[in-house]
C-alpha cells in the first residue's frame, strides 16, 4: 500500500483548464454621414420654402399682383437685380439650391426676353465650366457622393461608350438628361477642355431659347396679369 501512495504522489497534477474571458461586443459603430450628401438633399427642399415665401411676400406687399409691378421692383434694384439673379443661377447650378427649371424662364419675365436670356447663358456657362473643372480635380468619388447611385450608373455607361463627345452635345442643346450631371461625368473622362467648351458654349443658348422663351410665355400667358 504504500508503495502505491508513493507512486501516485509522484504523478504531477495537471494544472485546472482555464476558461477564456469571454470578450464584450464593443458597440457598433454609427456609419458617419456625408455632410455633402445630406446638404444636397436638403438644398432643394430649403430652397422650395424660400420660394414659397418669397411668392408669399410677394402677393402680400403687391409685387407679383401684375407682370408691371413686379419688373418695377426689379428695376428698383438697379445694378443688385442682376448680380443677384447671376449669383443664384451660377450657384444652383454648381450646387442645386433652386432648382434650374424654375430659374430659366424667370429670367425673361424680370429682365426682358434679351436680357434675361443672356443672364441665364452667362451664369449657366460659367457653372457648366466650373463642375467641370471640379470633377477633373476631385473626380468621381465625389459626383457619388453628389447625385444618386442609381442616377450616376445610368449616365456613367454613356461615358464608357464610343462617340460620348456626340451624345453629350445633344443632351446639352436638347434638354433630355440631366446638364448638371453630364457636365459633372464630362470631366472625369479624357474629353479635352476644347471640345467641352464649344459643346457648352454653342449648344446651351438653343436650350435657353427654347425653355425660358418658351415657357416664360405660357406662364405669362396663364398668370392672370
Known amino acids: 500500500m504504500s508503495q502505491a501512495q508513493d507512486m501516485l504522489q509522484t504523478v504531477p497534477t495537471l ?14 459603430s454609427r456609419p458617419r454621414r456625408d455632410p455633402l450628401h445630406r446638404a444636397t438633399r436638403l438644398a432643394p427642399v430649403l430652397g422650395m420654402a424660400l420660394c414659397a415665401a418669397l411668392v ?3 402677393m402680400q406687399s403687391g409685387v407679383l399682383r401684375s407682370l408691371e409691378g413686379l419688373q418695377t421692383f426689379i428695376g428698383s434694384l438697379g445694378a443688385w437685380g442682376p448680380v443677384v439673379f447671376l449669383a443664384l ?5 454648381v450646387f442645386p439650391l433652386i432648382p434650374g427649371g424654375l430659374l430659366v424662364p ?3 419675365i424680370l429682365f426682358g426676353p434679351v436680357e434675361g436670356t443672356l443672364y441665364s447663358y452667362l451664369a449657366i456657362c460659367a457653372g457648366s465650366i466650373v463642375n467641370f473643372a471640379i470633377a477633373r480635380q476631385m473626380g468621381l ?3 457619388e457622393r453628389r447625385f444618386s447611385p ?7 455607361g454613356w ?14 442643346v436638347l434638354p433630355v438628361a440631366p446638364d ?10 479624357k474629353m479635352r477642355w476644347r471640345t467641352y467648351l464649344m459643346i457648352i458654349l454653342a449648344g446651351k443658348p438653343w436650350t435657353l431659347l427654347a425653355y425660358g422663351l418658351g415657357v416664360s410665355a405660357v406662364v405669362t400667358e396663364l398668370l392672370p396679369w
Do not use: H, N, Q
Open 150 to 156: 442609381a442616377a450616376v450608373e445610368k449616365y456613367l
Open 15 to 28: 494544472p485546472r483548464p482555464v476558461r477564456p474571458a469571454t470578450a464584450r461586443p464593443r458597440p457598433l
Open 159 to 172: 461615358t464608357r461608350r464610343p462617340g460620348f463627345a456626340r451624345a453629350f452635345a445633344v443632351a446639352i
Open 141 to 143: 468619388g465625389m459626383i
Open 56 to 58: 408669399a411676400w410677394g
Open 180 to 189: 448638371d450631371l453630364l457636365c459633372y461625368l464630362a470631366g472625369t473622362t
Open 89 to 93: 443661377s451660377f450657384a444652383t447650378t
Open 106 to 108: 424667370a429670367a425673361p
